[in-house]
């Protein structure tokens, strides 16, 4: 009797230490659950549409100049098409404005890949990608950077911590290492730039220090921009994500890239007698308006 007795003791003891141990999720760990979904989703989008705004204000001894530039962005996975009209607006102190726009279309045909460009208040210009190769290169690595953002976004995932819960999203504050970008132009990058002959290199190049090198010796101008330019700056660069609590998607992206930009500068007056612009400003946005609900681009006629 006492051997029973002892016994259920002991399992009703059990189950009440489990049930303390048992906690219901908290705010933090819903919306971590969250973010995690929504840098999973970035790998099942097929359609998007997004905005995208950069602002850059640097300054000199005598000049404040003032960059904005927008991108409207449009695109199908399969079949392959790509619309996008960049406005860009560039001002200086006490001097004129001067706007810029420029309009492109790509879309793939059973001829290859039909390329449409114009610029501010000109017509259409067409030409055409013939090659198979490079045709399927260059759409191959139009996808990369949708991995490459998964892979940065994920790889940097535990510096996200949530900042804010209002009107439907959670925002998020985190950042991005040089060593992730570093990684991201290795796997997603590197090769395509190889194929293309921008670089001249071993294709097998792993060192991270060699790769870095390469990244930032300012001679390759397309690592300036884009996401390999991230790897100028040896601080982490700073980036808030909010994501929609409804469908646990990211709804708008904003990267500061003050440091990124000083960097690049400070490289590209290296030996000049000009003194190197101070960055101001240098904050990148994305806002998502559609994904996967696009079905149709319009070719321009």
Known sequence: ??????????????????????????????????LIESIESILSVDSI???????????????TITTLTTSEFKRINEPFV???????????TNEQTK????????ERTVNGLALFYRGSDTEWTKSTMDDPTQVNQ?????????????????????????????????????????????????????EFYIDGGLIEGDKELSNKDELLK?????????LMGGIPSLAFSEKPTPIIIWVNKENNEISKAEINKIDVTQAILNKQFEGANNKVPQVEKSILTYDVREINTIYKIPMPQ
């Open 99 to 106: 706007e810029t726009s420029i309009e492109s279309y790509q």
């Open 214 to 222: 390469e990244i930032t010796s300012g001679e390759i101008y397309e």
């Open 49 to 63: 549409s997004y905005v995208s705004n950069y602002e850059q204000i640097l300054t000199t001894e005598d000049d």
């Open 82 to 92: 790509i619309w996008n009209k960049v406005q860009n607006t560039e001002s200086h």
């Open 1 to 34: 009797m006492k051997k029973s007795l002892l016994f259920t003791i002991i399992i009703v003891t059990t189950l009440l230490l489990i049930s303390c141990g048992e906690k219901t999720p908290s705010q933090n760990d819903m919306a971590s659950s969250s």
């Open 138 to 190: 260059y759409i191959a690595q139009s996808k990369a950077f949708v991995k490459a953002c998964y892979f940065l976004l994920n790889t940097n995932s535990d510096s996200f911590k949530l900042i804010e819960n209002q009107d439907g999203l959670l925002k998020f504050s985190g950042n991005i290492s040089q060593f992730s970008v570093i990684e991201a132009y290795k796997k997603f990058f590197r």
